[in-house]
DNA sequence: CCAGCTATTAGACATTGTATAAAAACAATG
DNA sequence: CATTGTTTTTATACAATGTCTAATAGCTGG
């Protein structure tokens, strides 16, 4: 199997947001309604959740299982790691620099 | 053959602001070491120009050949086009949507 | 016309993006 | 306690991106 990226990828980027944002942890549907929230981007939880799991395996979040509340299966919680926070600093770095520009500052219409 | 997506990937993001910060298009060296300049990203030129070829077919970019200067084949000089400065657009807000949360601001430990 | 440059194109293959369908697991019900 | 209803997670699958190592293509000067 392959090895992971150096950067992530755009998606990656979101949903790690996403789940930094929640603050202490959250499972899928959480995640997927922080997206909606936040971005307006409708994506299917599935995504999210493959997502997840690929970056889980990156070591760049960490999960665990909870109880459910109501009814339904146990949830799966989510975490962002040392690892995961590093890689979103990277990413934002690498943004801050490339639109650090004069030819790009002065925000035009079409 | 497949559709293009809503948003733009990961090293697409680089490589059209890449050529967006040369100011007036690039060819396929320009950008590779504006990449390596503005990023530290040392990466192989081929990989800028499949990316540029793909966001050609997309209406991201166009190009158009020019007479080299001294020796050498012609070269292909890239520019950014209207669609193309939207889904930068595009990207920049959401990514500003998605760091602009209380629990993202502080530097945390790395 | 052949060697030597500078640039671009061809493939190839692993990783990501993203959806549809299927399975889990628990609670309430009769 | 089997059946159904909820809520959530996994399996799969496949298209789009990321990225590399060859292979070509065109000039120019001997």
Known sequence: MGDAREYLGEFEQVVLLA????GDGGYGAEIHAEILDATGR??????????????????????????????GRAL?????????????????ELFERLWDSPHLDPGQAS
């Open 19 to 22: 789940l930094a944002r929640l």
């Open 76 to 92: 799966r919680i989510y975490t962002v790691e040392a690892e995961g926070s590093r890689a979103l600093q990277r990413s934002r």
């Open 42 to 71: 409708d994506v299917s939880i599935p995504a999210v959740y493959v997502t997840l799991k690929r970056m889980e395996r990156k070591g760049l979040v960490s999960s665990r299982t909870r109880r459910p509340t109501g009814g």
